[in-house]
């Protein structure tokens, strides 16, 4: 689900080197070099920024604390990095990265097409992974501009599919992120009560995810009459006795990402919250049923729409999302929306979501997958209906 980034990234921002070792990016690093040699390229170019650094992080394990980083990767010889950062700042960014060649830039055009020269490649075949989508026109034009014999295609699907099927270290890193999500709605359970504000919970909520190192937090929520309505920012609306709090919940902790959504009622749930909340299960429990590799995002989104039988409880659940990838990116491939032809990769990561509001009432249910062959694992929990007492 689409969120507010934040301008800069203020969570524990560090690298694990025993979660994620040195050797697998420099594994990753050669089957990029094999994947440029493949397409016939001399070198490909990577581009992120602090809002999505997948395509840079994912080799480098970089990730921009502010602005964005760009990085060359040659078909022989090693990479260079290049980031949005002062000199002084470079030996702060080399502990987040095994890159030795980091450089920093004030203007990306002047410092690329010095880079370029500087390899050899003005008239190179260079292959573009995240450029394209993410780098600002005019700053693209300026380096097209003083490097006119460069040749460049679109390798942002191959990355892609490289990026899709996680290794064992992402997974290790993708679950350790899970159970932060699971940890921190296990604690929020007892701030929900009546006499706190929506905005208490979420702080407390955001806090049970810091003190475990989380460096990025998003939680949109809704409760009362709102619940019936949409997923917000936290305000300072006051929980009563009967009210439902639906919390969604995205956190990153080393560069990975995992989601998950609960829908809270203050005391007991009425008849009606629970028919809701049963129809919402059903969704979740159709689109797992439908979760395996080889599966398409349009298949499983059919198998949600099917679940929940139309009305405005459907209506507003397609336009959260049921879901998509998530990794190295809060929103990655696959897309899991109707008509979506992407497929799931085996030992891919997957969120999938059924927010919704009817008739005043509203339910969220979301829940971060493994998937592996036919058979997936939740590394978020069960996204159950739970009674605060």
């Given at each position: 689900m689409r969120t507010m980034h934040p301008v800069l990234k203020r969570g524990g921002l560090y690298w694990d080197r025993d979660l994620l070792p040195p050797a697998n990016y420099r594994e990753r690093f050669a089957r990029v070099q094999k994947a440029i040699a493949a397409a016939g390229d001399d070198a490909w170019l990577f581009y992120g920024d602090v809002e999505r650094y997948g395509a840079v992080a994912w080799f480098s394990n970089f990730l921009p604390r502010t602005r964005a980083a760009l990085a060359l990767v040659p078909r022989e010889g090693e990479p260079t990095l290049l980031l949005a950062?002062?000199?002084?700042?470079?030996?702060?960014?080399?502990t987040l990265t095994w890159v030795d060649d980091v450089r920093p830039y004030g203007n990306l055009p002047k410092s690329l097409a010095a880079l370029i020269e500087e390899r050899g490649l003005t008239a190179a075949r260079v292959g573009l992974a995240g450029v394209e989508e993410l780098l600002p026109m005019k700053a693209w034009s300026e380096i097209a501009a003083a490097l006119?014999?460069?040749?460049?295609?679109?390798?942002?699907?191959?990355?892609?599919?490289?990026?899709?099927?996680?290794d064992e270290c992402e997974i290790a890193a993708i679950r350790a992120t899970g159970a932060i999500v699971r940890k921190a709605f296990e604690e929020c359970a007892a701030s929900i009560k009546p006499g706190r504000t929506m905005r208490e919970v979420t702080a407390e909520l955001d806090r049970a995810c810091r003190v475990r190192a989380a460096e990025d937090v998003r939680v949109m929520a809704a409760s009362g009459e709102q619940a019936g309505q949409s997923l917000r920012p936290a305000d300072d609306r006051v929980l009563k006795?009967?009210?439902s709090a639906l919390v969604y919940l995205a956190v990153e902790a080393q560069r990975y990402w995992a989601e998950g959504a609960r829908t809270f009622v203050v005391g007991r749930a009425s008849d009606e919250v629970r028919w809701l909340f049963a129809r919402g299960e059903r969704a979740t429990n159709a689109m797992r049923a439908a979760t395996r590799a080889?599966?398409?995002?349009g298949g499983i989104a059919?198998?949600?729409?099917?679940?929940?039988?139309?009305?405005a409880l459907a209506a507003s659940a397609a336009g959260y999302g049921f879901g998509n990838g998530v990794g190295l990116d809060e929103n990655e491939y696959p897309l899991i929306a109707a008509g979506s032809a992407e497929t799931l990769a085996d030992s891919a990561a997957v969120a999938l979501r059924a927010l919704g509001h009817e008739g005043g009432l509203g339910v969220a249910l979301a829940e971060t997958l493994l998937v592996r062959g036919a058979s997936v694992e939740s590394l978020t929990g069960a996204p159950g209906l739970i009674e605060c007492l």
């Open positions: 950062v002062g000199l002084r700042d470079v030996p702060a960014a080399k006119p014999g460069l040749r460049t295609r679109s390798r942002t699907g191959e990355l892609n599919a490289m990026r899709a099927r996680k006795s009967g009210d080889g599966a398409t995002g059919l198998a949600a729409q099917s679940a929940l039988g139309g009305g």
